[in-house]
Nanobody, 120 residues
Framework: QVRLVESGGGLVQPGGSLRLSCEASGFTLEYSAIGWFRQAPGKEREGVVCINSSDGITYYIDSVKGRFTIARDKAKNTVYLQMNSLKPEDTAVYLC?????????????WGQGTQVTVSS
């Protein structure tokens, strides 16, 4: 019933920008937190940022602070990840996930991911 669909990935030069979208169905952002994760070849999946269902409180990993921004549009049931000043190290499959607790603690449903490639 819960479904998340990512979009907006692509190939971008270092220093460029992309905006990823996570469209949600089967639940509402009124109650669920959404996290963005990424997985690069040969590396474990890592959390990038999460926005909880209480006042939009956010949590970013250090490597993206000041460059990435998460935002939600409850009317559209969509969460965005604005990615600026992209680096080759940001290359990965980016996935969004839902935490029905609303507290960025336990992720129950996942999207299929969208590829982000940063290369000159």
């Amino acid at each position: 019933q819960v479904r998340l669909v990512e979009s907006g990935g692509g190939l971008v030069q270092p220093g460029g920008s992309l905006r990823l979208s996570c469209e949600a169905s089967g639940f509402t952002l009124e109650y669920s937190a959404i996290g963005w994760f990424r997985q690069a070849p040969g590396k474990e999946r890592e959390g990038v940022v999460c926005i909880n269902s209480s006042d939009g409180i956010t949590y970013y990993i250090d490597s993206v602070k000041g460059r990435f921004t998460i935002a939600r549009d409850k009317a559209k049931n969509t969460v965005y990840l604005q990615m600026n000043s992209l680096k080759p190290e940001d290359t990965a499959v980016y996935l969004c996930a839902e935490d029905e607790t609303g507290w960025c603690r336990e992720y129950d449903s996942w999207g299929q991911g969208t590829q982000v490639t940063v290369s000159s």
